[in-house]
């Protein structure tokens, strides 16, 4: 049993199909969306056997395994947006033969060492960073 005022429901749904025709909520809502997946990066191919990563580079698909081995250099680990996740993953499907090397540079560290290595076909690392330093989410 649910007892409402129907006026007063009547009312608030008229004030929103109001607001949905000026497009105001439309509007609050594509903005609360995007402020919500705001820590979202673009993919980057790396398709070399070097990359120096940038902070504003969320994903990087390595598919230079394929070819060879790949070194990536991260990026000044204290210009990174605290929290927020970077991933590294081998497309190329081959870094069981030809490894993807991580390096930190300036005395950073990835997880309290200075490279990390993905060395497993399809093998990927994600990432945080927090004062300076990475450290890889399990």
């Known amino acids: 049993y649910c007892d409402f005022n129907a006026p007063l429901v009547g009312a608030i749904l008229g004030r929103y ?6 497009g105001s909520i439309v509007d609050a809502l ?3 969306y995007t402020a919500a997946t705001s820590r979202e990066r673009p993919v980057t191919e790396v398709s070399s056997a070097t990359h120096q990563m940038l902070a504003s580079e969320g994903v990087l698909h390595v598919s230079y395994t394929a070819s060879g081995p790949v070194t990536i250099t991260l990026f000044d680990l204290t210009t990174a947006e605290e929290g927020a996740p970077y991933v590294i993953m081998d497309s190329g499907f081959s870094a069981g033969g030809n490894a993807i090397a991580i390096n930190a540079t300036g005395g950073q560290l990835i997880h309290n060492q200075t490279t990390q290595t993905i060395a497993a076909n399809g093998g990927s690392i994600t990432f945080h960073c927090r004062g300076g330093n990475a450290y890889i989410e399990d």
Do not use: F, V
């Not at 199909?17 to 000026?22: E, K, N, P, R």
């Open 30 to 32: 594509a903005a609360t």
């Open 17 to 22: 199909i109001d607001l949905i025709a000026a």
